[in-house]
DNA sequence: CAAAAAAATTAGGCTATCCGAAGAAGATGT
DNA sequence: ACATCTTCTTCGGATAGCCTAATTTTTTTG
C-alpha cells in the first residue's frame, strides 16, 4: 500500500464511499488528480479488493476498503490532536502535516499516541476518531445554517478546509460550544449567533454556516 | 527533494562525506540499493549541487548537502528521543519510526517538537542533535573495546543498530553511564566492567564494546 | 427523442526510481 | 608487469503514478 492509494481510499472514505457511490469526478476533484488517473488507480485499488467499482456507475469501499480508510483517518486525527494538545499548533494548521504523518504512522505508534493524548475522541475540529479496529459512530449531518431562529444549538464539528477554519479560529468559535441562533440575515446574509454565556453577537458567513455541523437531536429546545 | 533522495544524503552524511569521500559500494551496501542505481542518483545529487562526484574516486558533500542532511539526522534524532521520552519506546525500537516520520517532519514541526522536548543534545542512544541550522559538534570516536584496564569511562553513544540497542537494553547500559573497565578477556572474549555504584561486573561482548563509543579525554583518571 | 453537454474510460507518453548484466577502470598479488 | 579480482559506470528494461487527448457512455435539455 502507498501512501497515494492510502489517499485515494481515505477520500472515498470521506466522500461516503462506505454507504453510496462516488463518482470519479468527486475523487479527482478531491485529490487533484487528472480523472483519467483516478479511473487507472481505481482500477487498481479493485484488483486489490480495496473498492467496487461499476463503470460509469460509481466507487464504494469493500468491508476492507473501509476499514483501511477508517485506520487512516484514526492516524488522521490523532496528529492532528497532537499537533494540537502537546505542540500547540493552531488548529487551523494541523491538518497538512497530519496529511503527511499518516501514511508514516505504524498500528504500533498509532497506539502510543493514543495513549499519550487519552483516548481522544475526536480531533481538534470535531471529526471523530475511530478506534484501532475501525469503528466509529454515526456523526450529525445537520447544518448550522439549518438551525431555526431562537434555537440553542451544540457545536459538533467543522469541516476541515484551511479558510473556514482561520476564520472560526477569529471568530473563536470551538467544537462542543454552546450556542444561541438569533437570526438569519437574508440574501446568503451571515448567521446572527450568540455564544452561550457572552452576549455580544457573532456574525458567521453564510458560506461558513454551511461548512458547521451541529449536534442533532436537540433540534428547538 | 524525495524521501529516497534524501536518506541518500543521510547516510553519506552517516559514512563521513562530510569531511572524506565515500564509496560507491558503502552506499549501495548502507542503503541495499544496487550499485548501478546509486551511481545514477549521485549524479542527480551532484546535478543539484548537493554531493561532488569525481568518478571512481568517491562521494562527498558540498556545503549545502551536508546542511540538508544535518537537518534530516536533527529530525530523525528529535522523532527518536520523542518515542523514547514521550510514548515511552524501548530506545531498540525507535530507529525504524523515525527513519519514516524524519522525511515528513516540517521544519516548523521539527522546532515544535524540539521546544516540547526541551531541547534534547542527544537522541535515546546518545548521537548528537544537529541545530536547527545544521550545526553540530564533533563526537568522540573512542572506542570502548579501546579503554584500558582500570580506567573509568564515561559512554557517550552506541550504534544504531537494532541487534546491539537490544543487547544493551538488557544490559542496562545507557548513554552516560560511567563504568569501570576490569579487564579484556582474551580471544575476542568479553570486557569485564563495572557500572558506577554497582559491585556485580557486567560482561560486553566483544563485538558490542566495539560498537560503543565512549567520552574522549578521560584517558586514565 | 435527438443534439449538446458532462462524465468516464482508453490510449499514448512522461518522469522517477529501481534492477541486472556487460564492460571499463582501478587495485592487488606474485 | 600482468593477470585477476573488485569496484564503478553504462545500458536496456521494468514499474508506479501522473498527464493530455481522443473516444465512448450517460445525462441533460430544447
Ligand atoms: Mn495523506
Ligand atoms: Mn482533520
Ligand atoms: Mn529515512
Ligand atoms: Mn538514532
Redesign the interface.
Known sequence: MTPMKEDYLKIIFELGGSHKKVSNKDISLGLGIAAGSVTEMVSKLSDEGLVVHEPYAGISLTEKGQKYAAELVRKHRLWETF?VD????NFADVHS?AE??E??T?DR?AT??D??LQHPQACPHGGVIPSASGQFPDVSHRLLADANDGETVQLERFLDNHELLTYLEELKLRPNDTVKVIRHEPFEGPLVIEKDGEDTPLNVSYKASHNIFIKAGNSDK
Do not use: R
Open positions: 499537533l502537546k505542540l500547540h499548533y502535516e503527511v504523518l501514511h508514516q505504524s505508534l502510543a499516541l495513549n499519550f
